[in-house]
């Protein structure tokens, strides 16, 4: 089993997650390869909260290029994690 650091990456800031904090969801960056589940127990050790809903999606990485090379970005994955009501996960700046 691996540990609740290696799954979750980070907390997403952007102006769509700062919507869905209002809604008590967040939006984490995760392991491509974790499923639901150990995305669900990861949140609820990493940050002491209780988890009510997690869903994911992948992020397909860019073609982009630099200078006369194309190049690839790589692939990531993304929860949307819906904490039980009042319940809050701290975000440093």
Request: proline letters at 1%; charged letters at 35%.
């Amino acid at each position: 089993m691996r540990s609740p650091s290696e799954i979750v990456k980070g907390v997403r800031q952007t102006e769509k997650g700062a919507r869905l904090a209002l809604l008590d969801q967040y939006l984490i960056q995760v392991a491509v390869d974790a499923n639901k589940i150990e995305i669900r127990e990861a949140v609820e050790r990493l940050f002491n909260v209780k988890v009510r809903d997690v869903n994911t999606l992948v992020c397909r990485g860019k073609w982009r290029r630099l200078n006369y090379r194309w190049g690839r970005r790589s692939d990531w994955k993304k929860a949307v994690v819906t904490l039980q009501k009042g319940q809050k996960i701290e975000v440093k700046e």
